[in-house]
């Protein structure tokens, strides 16, 4: 009932539109299946018979023959009756286009919702990846911390060596000077026994030839008295 309401104010509206209109779409009322004739009157030859809800191309309007010049999707021209005309689809077409349209929205939809699901499970595994690569940063400045400390305790390692390094190179230096010392002082401990000795000798030599005159004379002297 009520696409029959919806289809009779669809073509009273049709009946009122300008009869002038040129390259306009129109559609059959649901309600028949009309004639497609070679003239704008009965007496003309039917040339098709059109099927509820079909689009045809406006040619021409007869107003007063109450007949329209339309074209068919295939190429056929021929009249129609104006008052079977409706100026848009009919309430069947269009609920059949709506549910195109509803059925088609539910796969964008679901399409959609998948997508959407998609990118939600890339966003928690990038959220994973981001946590991952947080521990993973933590781990490495943990690393460079014991890295730099190490390289610390190397370099003061390294400055300590070089310190004592050169604290056996003074001191091998005062153990060649004093070696040096040493020697020089054997070689004059052995000078200072050498001329010791020679001067004993002499010392020697001069007490052996002058005690023998002293008792010489000592021995002249007690003769004389």
């Known amino acids: 009932m009520k696409i029959q309401l919806f289809a009779i104010a669809v073509c009273?509206?049709?009946?009122?539109?300008?009869?002038?209109?040129?390259s306009q779409s129109v559609w059959v009322?649901?309600?028949f299946e009309i004639t497609l004739r070679s003239g704008p009157s009965t007496s003309n030859a039917i040339q098709l018979m059109v099927g509820s809800g079909t689009e045809l191309e406006v040619l021409q309007r007869d107003a007063d023959a109450g007949y329209t010049?339309?074209?068919?999707?295939?190429?056929?021209?021929?009249?129609?009756l104006s008052r079977y005309l409706m100026s848009e689809p009919s309430a069947r077409e269009q609920l059949q286009t709506l549910s195109s349209q509803l059925s088609s929205a539910?796969?964008?939809?679901?399409?959609?919702?998948?997508?959407?699901?998609?990118?939600?499970?890339?966003?928690?595994?990038?959220?994973?990846?981001?946590?991952?690569?947080?521990?993973?940063?933590?781990?490495?400045?943990k690393e460079l911390t014991e890295i730099k400390r190490t390289a610390a305790n190397v370099l003061s390692i390294n400055d300590e060596?070089?310190?004592?390094h050169q604290?056996?190179?003074d001191a091998g230096i005062r153990v060649d000077v004093l070696e040096q010392e040493n020697r020089e002082l054997?070689?004059?401990?052995?000078?200072?026994w050498f001329m010791t000795g020679g001067l004993v000798l002499v010392v020697g030599i001069i007490l052996g030839?002058?005690?023998?005159?002293?008792?010489?004379?000592?021995?002249s002297g007690y003769d004389r008295f």
């Open 12 to 22: 009273i509206l049709g009946l009122c539109a300008p009869q002038d209109a040129r």
């Open 29 to 31: 009322s649901d309600q």
């Open 69 to 80: 010049r339309v074209r068919t999707a295939g190429g056929t021209e021929g009249w129609v």
């Open 106 to 141: 539910n796969t964008s939809g679901s399409s959609l919702t998948n997508q959407l699901s998609a990118i939600h499970g890339e966003y928690r595994t990038a959220e994973s990846r981001i946590e991952t690569l947080e521990r993973e940063k933590s781990a490495l400045n």
């Open 161 to 164: 060596n070089t310190g004592l």
């Open 167 to 169: 604290q056996v190179m």
């Open 186 to 192: 054997s070689s004059q401990t052995k000078r200072y």
């Open 209 to 219: 030839l002058w005690l023998p005159r002293i008792r010489w004379q000592r021995r």
